[in-house]
């Protein structure tokens, strides 16, 4: 359903992304895992046409999604890395944007209110202004906005970190609920294993602009890959490596 | 490099700059009316709380210009002349400018500081990812609050400008005080009236435009908002007297 094709990005000297290939089927929840900085988020803005790519292809549905974005951000929904909520509209409002372009105040409110209780947040944080909430509640209010309209296709980008274990479970068994129930495909960025079991029906290793390693997540811990292998046990490695060949 | 290639380029980027930003302007001001409620709240922003600035700049340059003409005017018997010099030249000239300049100082900063904050923290990415077009959304009501509250704000700063000068004229200089206003109205034309609003429209889109541009395309953080609001600040002003240079020319 989503299909990226070749696709290669640098930032002036530094190669970030070098000719990655992914596919995504309908209702599959992919994992992208990989050290910091090897260009997670620059790939999901890649495929959404945040960034523009120096070279390769997304497709969605067979056919270029350049040409049929406004139809594809219709039914998608994204939590960034920052959360980025508007820190000019309260909670609820940045929650029931998208609700609010075709649905009584009243109505998008209480879904809002719905939503937010799903992230573990009370219907007290819904007048409060972003400034107001922790970094952790900042997330799940942006995880929130990120499900408010049901979308089909939802991008989460570090959904469980600056939160607790406790709560940090609890998000990564919406996700998974989420995709289970309404069939949305998703990819999800993370460095919590625990969140890689959860969530994932299948896992990509991200490693120097290239894809290193793709499987179902039940063969993670049998990956014959030595990065993988150091990722999941939390081995140190020695830091500077040489650049993939 | 050699001297005639490094002016081939500046010129070149110069043209290519001044194209992105027209159609950026186009862009904005093509997508009217997406959005009523922002732009409802940017008049607010813009037009009502731009209000106390406008105001006192205006009474106190009506003032200060009683003062000067009746004291330049007296040299050469002439200083009776004050009520019609004070209200032609805040109408055709001091008003528009002073008033967009304060305004520059007030909107343009601030929407610079906004939008690049947005963009820095990507909000105006989460923008796109709610379908919501950044440039209709934010750009647009902006620019259209600034070119519909300028001229009202000009007007009302033509009117307390003239109040300044017979506060002054009848308090301090001796003038009879329905003298003076008769003769405020007496020399004033239509045309020095409504060409002062013209100007304020235009200063209008000049400082929303320099706002909105210097904000949507910053980058880099904290520094990169700093130095948006900076240019737009000096963009914005620059461009007001220059327009005004040539609008007066345009006009008279
Ligand atoms: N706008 C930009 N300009 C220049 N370089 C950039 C820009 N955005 C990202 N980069 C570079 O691209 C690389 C990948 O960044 P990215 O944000 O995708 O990392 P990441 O894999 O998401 O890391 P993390 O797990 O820490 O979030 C980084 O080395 C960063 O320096
Ligand atoms: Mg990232």
Request: net charge positive; hydrophobic share 50%.
């Given at each position: 359903m989503l299909a990226v094709r070749g696709l290669s990005k640098a930032f002036g000297q530094k190669?970030?992304?070098?000719s990655v290939d992914l596919d995504l089927a309908e209702g599959e929840s992919l994992v992208v895992i990989g050290g910091s900085g090897t260009g997670k988020s620059v790939l999901l803005r890649c495929i959404l046409g945040l960034e523009v790519p120096d070279a390769g292809e997304i497709l969605w549905r067979g056919r270029p999604l350049a040409q049929h974005r406004a139809d594809f951000m219709d039914d998608f929904g994204m939590l960034f890395q920052n959360a980025a909520?508007?820190?000019?509209?309260?909670v609820w409002r940045n929650v029931a944007f998208r609700l609010l372009r075709h649905m009584p105040k009243a109505r998008a409110r209480a879904i809002a209110i719905e939503k937010l209780a799903r992230v573990g947040?009370?219907?007290?944080?819904?007048?409060?202004?972003?400034?107001?909430?922790?970094g952790g509640m900042r997330k799940r209010a942006g995880l929130a906005r990120a499900i408010a309209a049901d979308p089909r296709v939802i991008f989460f980008?570090?959904?469980?970190?600056?939160?607790?274990p406790i709560r940090a479970a609890a998000i990564n068994a919406l996700i998974r609920s989420i995709v289970d129930e309404t069939g949305a495909t998703a990819i999800t960025i993370t460095h919590d294993m625990s969140s890689v079991r959860a969530i994932a029906d299948r896992v990509a290793l991200l490693d120097r602009g290239r894809l290193r390693w793709q499987g179902p997540v039940s063969e993670i811990d049998r990956a014959g890959d030595d990065y993988l292998r150091d990722f999941i046990a939390g081995r140190a490695r020695p830091m500077a490596r040489v650049p993939a060949s | 490099m050699n001297p005639i290639r490094l002016t081939g380029r500046a010129a070149i980027s110069l043209t290519r700059m001044t194209g992105r930003v027209a159609i950026f302007a186009a862009r904005g001001l093509a997508r009217?009316?997406?959005h009523p409620s922002e732009l409802v709240r940017q008049i607010m922003q813009i037009g009502w709380l731009s209000l106390p600035v406008v105001g006192l700049t205006a009474l106190f340059t009506g003032a200060a210009l009683a003062l000067q003409i009746h004291s330049g005017g007296e040299r050469f018997q002439a200083g009776d002349v004050v009520p019609a010099i004070v209200a032609i030249g805040m109408a055709r000239e001091l008003g528009p400018v002073l008033g967009g300049l304060m305004v520059a100082a007030r909107v343009a900063s601030a929407i610079a500081a906004e939008l690049g904050t947005m963009r820095v923290t990507e909000q105006i990415d989460a923008l796109v990812t709610l379908s919501t077009d950044p440039v209709g959304w934010l750009v647009s009501p902006r620019l259209w609050a600034a070119i519909l509250c300028l001229p009202l704000l000009v007007g009302v700063g033509d009117i307390i400008g003239i109040m300044g000068g017979w506060l002054i004229g009848v308090n301090?200089?001796?003038?009879n005080s329905a003298i003076y206003l008769a003769n405020s109205w007496a020399y004033l034309e239509g045309w020095d009236v409504v060409s002062g609003l013209l100007k304020g429209a235009a200063f209008g889109l000049i400082v929303a435009l320099s706002g909105c541009w210097f904000g949507m395309t910053a980058s880099g953080g904290a520094s990169g908002v700093g130095r948006a609001t900076t240019n737009a600040v000096v963009a914005a002003s620059v461009g007001i007297l220059a327009a005004n240079f040539a609008l007066t020319g345009l006009f008279f």
């Amino acid at each position: 359903m989503l299909a990226v094709r070749g696709l290669s990005k640098a930032f002036g000297q530094k190669q970030v992304l070098d000719s990655v290939d992914l596919d995504l089927a309908e209702g599959e929840s992919l994992v992208v895992i990989g050290g910091s900085g090897t260009g997670k988020s620059v790939l999901l803005r890649c495929i959404l046409g945040l960034e523009v790519p120096d070279a390769g292809e997304i497709l969605w549905r067979g056919r270029p999604l350049a040409q049929h974005r406004a139809d594809f951000m219709d039914d998608f929904g994204m939590l960034f890395q920052n959360a980025a909520l508007f820190d000019s509209l309260p909670v609820w409002r940045n929650v029931a944007f998208r609700l609010l372009r075709h649905m009584p105040k009243a109505r998008a409110r209480a879904i809002a209110i719905e939503k937010l209780a799903r992230v573990g947040l009370g219907p007290e944080v819904a007048d409060l202004y972003p400034a107001e909430l922790s970094g952790g509640m900042r997330k799940r209010a942006g995880l929130a906005r990120a499900i408010a309209a049901d979308p089909r296709v939802i991008f989460f980008d570090e959904p469980t970190t600056g939160l607790d274990p406790i709560r940090a479970a609890a998000i990564n068994a919406l996700i998974r609920s989420i995709v289970d129930e309404t069939g949305a495909t998703a990819i999800t960025i993370t460095h919590d294993m625990s969140s890689v079991r959860a969530i994932a029906d299948r896992v990509a290793l991200l490693d120097r602009g290239r894809l290193r390693w793709q499987g179902p997540v039940s063969e993670i811990d049998r990956a014959g890959d030595d990065y993988l292998r150091d990722f999941i046990a939390g081995r140190a490695r020695p830091m500077a490596r040489v650049p993939a060949s | 490099m050699n001297p005639i290639r490094l002016t081939g380029r500046a010129a070149i980027s110069l043209t290519r700059m001044t194209g992105r930003v027209a159609i950026f302007a186009a862009r904005g001001l093509a997508r009217v009316g997406q959005h009523p409620s922002e732009l409802v709240r940017q008049i607010m922003q813009i037009g009502w709380l731009s209000l106390p600035v406008v105001g006192l700049t205006a009474l106190f340059t009506g003032a200060a210009l009683a003062l000067q003409i009746h004291s330049g005017g007296e040299r050469f018997q002439a200083g009776d002349v004050v009520p019609a010099i004070v209200a032609i030249g805040m109408a055709r000239e001091l008003g528009p400018v002073l008033g967009g300049l304060m305004v520059a100082a007030r909107v343009a900063s601030a929407i610079a500081a906004e939008l690049g904050t947005m963009r820095v923290t990507e909000q105006i990415d989460a923008l796109v990812t709610l379908s919501t077009d950044p440039v209709g959304w934010l750009v647009s009501p902006r620019l259209w609050a600034a070119i519909l509250c300028l001229p009202l704000l000009v007007g009302v700063g033509d009117i307390i400008g003239i109040m300044g000068g017979w506060l002054i004229g009848v308090n301090a200089l001796g003038f009879n005080s329905a003298i003076y206003l008769a003769n405020s109205w007496a020399y004033l034309e239509g045309w020095d009236v409504v060409s002062g609003l013209l100007k304020g429209a235009a200063f209008g889109l000049i400082v929303a435009l320099s706002g909105c541009w210097f904000g949507m395309t910053a980058s880099g953080g904290a520094s990169g908002v700093g130095r948006a609001t900076t240019n737009a600040v000096v963009a914005a002003s620059v461009g007001i007297l220059a327009a005004n240079f040539a609008l007066t020319g345009l006009f008279f």
